[in-house]
């Protein structure tokens, strides 16, 4: 019998987990610090812009570097421009179309909880519909306002999308028993430090799957992944108490 808990929803980030947009961002940022003389941006600065807001992830990277003439919204901007042309392109991941068609097809609720901006969302997903489709719809994003969310490391999105996906209402000012036990329920598959984070404090189980760069990046927070993977490809339902895999 496996110890981890029972699963009943599943829930996605985007960037870097699903989608392989983590090598356009890195690609396009390097490209904007050449035009400045900078070298390459190290994987510990990398680390400590994934999973962030936009323009909180944006300050970051440029406080490593003060001598580059960009404000914050000029970097976005010339940022903005060169993804645009590059997210219709991006791909899937190994491992995710054949995890969200197997999680649909036996009707385990799925949503995606993700710190892009919707238009972004839909700039990386719309040429894979064969994928995201199967959401219907139930995908939150960083700037859908009308929630006012805060964003990872804060639990925010995880428990807003499990809300819209559920139909329940698994927060407030002060979290119930019956809450806690719902949010038990949930599984979170994250690639980003910040997004384990906010992960484990929606109260839910996360699976990690980074980019073996972050596995020798320091990391002093104290929520841990429940369970390190390569890839979704090495993901097994059952551990879980979800249906496997046919075989």
């Given at each position: 019998m496996s110890s981890k808990p029972?699963?009943?929803y599943v829930l996605f980030d985007l960037d870097g987990l699903m989608v392989d947009s983590e090598t356009i961002?890195?690609?396009?940022?390097?490209?904007?610090?050449?035009?400045y003389g900078k070298e390459k941006m190290s994987w510990d600065i990398k680390a400590g812009c994934m999973g962030k807001p936009?323009?909180?992830?944006?300050?970051?990277?440029?406080?490593?570097f003060p001598d580059i003439p960009l404000t914050i919204d000029e970097y976005l901007q010339q940022r903005n421009t060169l993804q645009d042309l590059l997210f219709p392109t991006v791909p899937l991941l190994p491992g995710v179309q054949k995890l969200v068609w197997h999680l649909k097809k036996h009707n385990i609720p799925i949503a995606v909880a993700t710190g892009s901006r919707?238009?972004?969302?839909?700039?990386?997903?719309?040429?894979?519909?064969e994928v995201f489709e199967?959401?219907?719809?139930?995908?939150?994003?960083?700037d859908d306002f009308k929630y006012g969310m805060r964003g990872k490391p804060n639990p925010d999105v995880f428990l807003v999308a499990a809300k819209e996906m559920l139909g329940r209402n698994i927060d407030g000012a002060e979290v119930t028993e019956e809450q806690r036990?719902?949010?038990?329920?949930?599984?979170?598959?994250e690639d980003a430090l910040p997004g384990i984070q906010a992960g484990k404090r929606a109260g839910m189980s996360v699976v990690w799957i980074p980019d073996t760069n972050l596995l020798s990046v320091e990391y002093t927070g104290s929520e841990k992944a429940d369970q390190v993977l390569e890839s979704i490809t090495a993901f097994v339902p059952e551990e879980w108490g979800l249906p496997p895999y046919e075989s």
């Open positions: 029972q699963i009943e961002y890195t690609d396009v940022t390097n490209e904007i610090l050449a035009k936009e323009r909180e992830a944006a300050s970051y990277l440029l406080s490593f919707r238009r972004n969302y839909e700039l990386k997903t719309g040429h894979l519909g199967c959401f219907d719809g139930k995908v939150v994003c960083a036990n719902e949010r038990k329920k949930g599984l979170v598959f």
